[in-house]
T-cell receptor, first 113, second 118 residues
């Protein structure tokens, strides 16, 4: 099946720093989704990308859909303590089962105030 | 304007008991999805249901696991004769239509049920 590889697995940064994380796949995805999961909660959609090369922002977050359709990255600028959590990339299966999302294993972000 | 409601938030079961996890979708949403998250892993698809119908259960173990979404009431994920390996967080999501229509991934996830089998 399809797999998504996220890196890094974890990051420890100081408040105010910028963060970059990425997601790669051996197969093509036509949509890339970035979620954040707070401790003890469900994932919340941050950004959705639908076109190769697309660059989309949501406040301090910016994500890009790689031109090869096999990768995506997420940047967070000027991090704050509430950015702490696990960030997942995800993509829908191709074909008739596009309701089914494949998730990466996540990047755990810790922000030191 | 409630989101997806899951209960209980935490559930402890002894090996061999049954676990019943409930999910009330966003009002007006008729599509429900269940995902499982093992420790330090991403979410994995289990089953997709529309009202009274199972559309895709390819991610659900064939034995001991079942799901339903009746005409009235919440969706239920049922695990019979639980084993330690069933310990995980189970998330439900809902959408008003099939995701992907109009490039819209309107999945809303609940806060999950954390199942611990002792």
């Amino acid at each position: 099946g399809q797999q998504l590889n996220q890196s890094p697995q974890s990051m420890f940064i100081q408040e105010g720093e910028d963060v970059s994380m990425n997601c790669t796949s051996s197969s093509i995805f036509n949509t890339w989704l970035w979620y954040k999961q707070d401790p003890g909660e469900g994932p919340v959609l941050l950004i959705a990308l639908y076109k190769a090369g697309e660059l989309t922002s949501n406040g301090r977050l910016t994500a890009q859909f790689g031109i090869t359709r096999k990768d995506s990255f997420l940047n967070i600028s000027a991090s704050i303590p509430s950015d702490v959590g696990i960030y997942f990339c995800a993509g829908p299966n191709s074909g008739g089962s596009n309701y089914k999302l494949t998730f990466g294993k996540g990047t755990l972000l810790t922000v030191n105030p | 304007n409630a989101g997806v409601m899951q209960n209980p938030r935490h559930l402890v079961r002894r090996r061999g008991q049954e676990a019943r996890l409930r999910c009330s979708p966003v009002k007006g949403h008729s599509h429900v999805y269940w995902y499982r998250q093992l420790p330090e892993e991403g979410l994995k698809f289990m089953v997709y249901l529309q009202k009274e119908n199972i559309i895709d259960e390819s991610g659900m173990p064939k034995e001991r696991f079942s799901a339903e979404f009746p005409k009235e009431g919440p969706s239920i994920l049922r695990i019979q004769q639980v084993v330690r390996g069933d310990s995980a967080a189970y998330f439900c999501a809902s959408s008003p239509n099939t995701p992907g229509q109009g490039a819209n991934y309107g999945y809303t996830f609940g806060s999950g049920t954390r199942l611990t089998v002792v």
